[in-house]
Every structure is written in structure tokens, then in C-alpha cells.
């Protein structure tokens, strides 16, 4: 079993509807939650991290996180072309400081 | 957010040949660096963990003595690859964090290497 297991997509969405991107982990001890937005041939650039239980927000995105289920998302509200793109989600397991990334979910965003 | 500074954004070289890639915390200082390899529709793959003023530490499959980590200070750390080959030829990247239990990682631009 894969440390971080993202679905590869790609997903698509027309312009301005919600995203919503998926990521389940198997190390329980894991304390960090992240994700990353990475551009073909860029590299990654941080969106959101999330350390508790629940939602946090950002502007338009959410992240979700759920602890219990080994289960973080990140939703992306009035989605934009510009938001196509590859999301990789990182999680840094407890006692630890090296983060293991999923694959990434590459995301279309319709105009 | 923090700025890491990688150079250079892309190199070509001479199959044989060594090339060394540059990782600079710009603003703060990192106790922790981080290499990955990214190959094409691929995810980011950890090569090493690099601590100021320590040995790295290798994931497994990763020949230390071809890729040679050295960060020899808090804002500095570099990647050399030496006697590259085609094979290696993929998309290095740096990342660089404050040695704080769940801190977020900053990423460098990337390295495009391209061995002939």
C-alpha cells in the first residue's frame, strides 16, 4: 500500500463549479497535511496546510481534513482555467520531519 | 512564504560529465533541505535529506556516491551528479524547511538536466 494515495484524474470541471481533490494516507502518526499545486515543468508551489480536524479556508480553497478516516481534501470553489494543474497532496508523518508526497491528481479546468 | 532560490533552471552536459545544482534558502534558515527527482508525468520522488553540517541521508535505490549532497551551511545546499548519463536526465528540485515538527516545505524552481 502507497504511503499517500491520491486519484491521478484526470478530473475535470467546467469553469467556475467545485473541485474537489482526495488523499488518504497510512501512517496514523502523520501530524502535517499539504497541498501543493504544480504546473507542467514548474515546480510545486504551496496552497494550504491543515495540522486539526475539521475545514480550513482560504480564499477558494478548503482543505478538509479527517484524522480518524486517514482522509484530507482540498476543494476548489468557482473553479478557473487558470487552477488546471497538477495537485499533489503531502503529508509529514508524526515524529518526523520528511514529508511523502502522493502521485497528484491533474485537474482540467473547462472554460 | 519563504523564498528558495535554485540554480541552475536548466543545464545540458556531455554524457561522463558532473553537474552541480545549487539550493539557497534566500530568507530564513534551513536546517533541513530536501532533493527530489521528478521524471515526466511522474510524481515527486525523495533522492535525500540534507542537514547542515551532517552526512545526507539517502532513500533507498539512490547511489550516494553519483549524487553527492553537501550543505555546507544554513542557507546552501547543492547536488552534484556525477558522471552523468541520459538515464539521469529528469527535473531536480529542491525544498527547504525551518526545523519546526510540521512546518511546510518551500520548494526551489527546479533544475531541467538534460544529459546528451
Known amino acids: 500500500q502507497k504511503e499517500v494515495e491520491q486519484n491521478s484524474g484526470p478530473l475535470s470541471v467546467p469553469e467556475g463549479a467545485i473541485a474537489s481533490l482526495n488523499c488518504t494516507y497510512s501512517?496514523?502518526?502523520?501530524?502535517?497535511f499539504f497541498w501543493y499545486r504544480q504546473y507542467s515543468g514548474k515546480s510545486p508551489e504551496l496552497i494550504m496546510f491543515i495540522y486539526s480536524n475539521g475545514d480550513k479556508e482560504d480564499g477558494r480553497f478548503t482543505a478538509q481534513l479527517n484524522k480518524a478516516s486517514q482522509y484530507v481534501s482540498l476543494l476548489i470553489r468557482d473553479s478557473q482555467p487558470s487552477d488546471s494543474a497538477t495537485y499533489l497532496c503531502?503529508?509529514?508523518?508524526?515524529?518526523?520531519?520528511?514529508?511523502?508526497f502522493g502521485a497528484g491528481t491533474r485537474l482540467f479546468v473547462k472554460a | 512564504g519563504a523564498v528558495v532560490s535554485q540554480h541552475p533552471s536548466w543545464v545540458i552536459c556531455k554524457s561522463g560529465t558532473s553537474v552541480k545544482i545549487e539550493c539557497r534558502s534566500l530568507?530564513?534558515?534551513?536546517?533541513?533541505m530536501f532533493w527530489y527527482r521528478q521524471f515526466p508525468k511522474q510524481s515527486l520522488m525523495l533522492m535525500a535529506t540534507?542537514?547542515?553540517?551532517?552526512?545526507?541521508?539517502?532513500e533507498q535505490g539512490v547511489e550516494k556516491d553519483k549524487f553527492l549532497i553537501n550543505h555546507a551551511s544554513l542557507t546552501l545546499s547543492t547536488l552534484t551528479v556525477t558522471s552523468a548519463h541520459p538515464e539521469d536526465s529528469s527535473f531536480y528540485i529542491c525544498s527547504a524547511r525551518v526545523l519546526v515538527l510540521g512546518s511546510e516545505a518551500f520548494f526551489g524552481q527546479g533544475t531541467r538536466l538534460t544529459v546528451v
Open positions: 501512517d496514523r502518526g502523520s501530524q502535517s
Open positions: 540534507s542537514n547542515e553540517g551532517s552526512k545526507a541521508t539517502y
Open positions: 530568507d530564513f534558515q534551513a536546517t533541513t
Open positions: 503531502a503529508v509529514g508523518p508524526g515524529g518526523g520531519f520528511k514529508t511523502i
